[in-house]
């Protein structure tokens, strides 16, 4: 099918083992001098921001500061605050070494660089007037994507709700990938992030502003993730972990470019609702989402099957398209990923849930229509554990 598309990817990946000594000429091409590190408390501790600034520091770069409050699920304060402290240290360079949080904590913090306000006011696509100051993304987990994305989503505490912000100048400078740096991660983060991952892979590939430049990505991210997740997670396999780490990043570029859709609508209302880490609230939700949509586009989602690792030689394509929800129903169960009871869903809240997953600005291109009243039965089947 022809289609009209714009691709644009304004970051420079850099990837391989021991990428990290990469940092400072990429900081010196950047002209950074006041450099700001935005981390959270448990990647310092695991030592990475050390090693970060001791590449820094063997770089010749003096001005290196480091603001590691941010938590999961990055929140307006800690923005507020993250801003605060870049000003009073001049920063011109901002470096992210975390998880999304950290990296979609810094853009917060960039656009309040660049433009003053409140985060607030950045809802939306394209609303930057004015550029961030250079951002180095060093992604300590593997499905986040958020290093090659201009997207930057961020919890407002007032209304209890994920707000997005879109425009291509929040796309990181460069995107640095050591895989060093995930060849200790603990397995249930492993799982957790590279679920976030499968799940954008996904989205991207079926939504309704796919295209074919993404679609390529994004099939070979989901036969990346199907085939080393298991090793990844239970054979502490050091390649697996880099190849999802790799996936994650490919995935990030399926979005960057497209959308995400209903399961980051529901995964987003709950972790607005319940602060539930991102990668377990869409791994929780996916399944059901994808036997909704499956008849909406049989091919694509025959096709996710195949590369999910399923033999769909002998199903016929509305048979396969099907079996790719319980392919992921059937990893969620061997990942030990939590149903929406376990995460400690109230049923109570459900139609608020729904509401809000009705609202997300990702809602408009899931390939199939999706109103409150659906989302409500999505939820209480995810609840159930039933797809
Ligand atoms: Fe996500």
Redesign the pocket.
């Known amino acids: 099918m022809l289609k009209d598309f714009m691709f644009h990817l304004p970051t420079k990946i850099v990837s391989g083992r021991g990428g990290l000594s990469e940092l400072p000429s990429e900081a010196r091409s950047l002209k950074g001098r006041n450099i700001l590190i935005v981390t959270d408390k448990g990647v310092r501790a695991a030592g990475i921001v050390d090693r970060v600034v001791t590449h820094l520091n063997e770089g010749g770069f003096r001005g290196v500061y480091i603001f590691d409050d941010v938590a999961p699920n990055p929140r307006t304060d800690e923005v507020n605050k993250g801003y605060i402290y870049a000003k009073k240290v001049e920063a011109n360079l901002l470096i992210a070494v975390g998880g999304g949080s950290s990296i979609d904590t810094a853009k917060g913090i960039g656009i309040l660089i660049g433009n003053g306000g409140q985060i607030e006011e950045y809802e939306g696509i394209d609303k930057l007037k004015k550029p961030m100051p250079p951002l180095i993304a060093i992604p300590t987990t593997v499905g986040t994507g958020s290093e090659v994305t201009g997207f930057a989503v961020i919890t407002d505490l007032k209304r209890k709700f994920k707000l997005t912000i879109g425009d291509v100048k929040l796309s990181p400078n460069v995107a640095i990938l050591d895989s060093d740096l995930v060849a200790s991660l603990p397995p249930r983060i492993i799982a957790a992030t590279s679920m ?1 991952a499968l ?2 892979a996904i989205e991207g590939y079926v939504c309704k502003v796919s295209m074919p430049v993404t679609d390529a990505i994004a099939l070979y991210a989901i036969e990346l993730i199907a085939k080393n997740i298991r090793t990844a997670v239970y054979g502490d396999d050091y390649e697996a972990k880099a190849n999802l780490q790799l996936a994650g990043m490919l995935a990030g570029i399926v979005i960057s470019q497209t959308d ?1 859709a209903s399961v ?1 609508c529901m995964g987003e209302a709950l972790g607005g609702m319940y602060d539930t880490a ?1 990668g377990i609230a ?1 791994a929780s939700i996916l399944p059901v989402v994808m036997a909704y949509n499956a008849i909406a586009d049989i091919d694509k989602y025959a096709k996710i099957a195949k590369c999910l690792g399923i033999d769909t030689d002998h199903m016929t394509k509305r048979e396969a398209a099907i079996a790719s929800a319980h392919a992921v129903k059937e990893l969620n169960e061997d990942l030990s990923i939590p149903s929406l009871s376990e995460i400690g869903v109230r049923e109570e809240d459900m139609r608020t849930l729904a509401e809000k997953a009705e609202a997300n600005m990702s809602n408009s291109v899931n390939p199939r229509a999706v109103t409150s009243v659906e989302y409500l039965t999505l939820f209480k089947k995810a609840y159930e554990g039933i797809i």
């Open positions: 976030d799940s954008h995400v980051h991102h869409n």
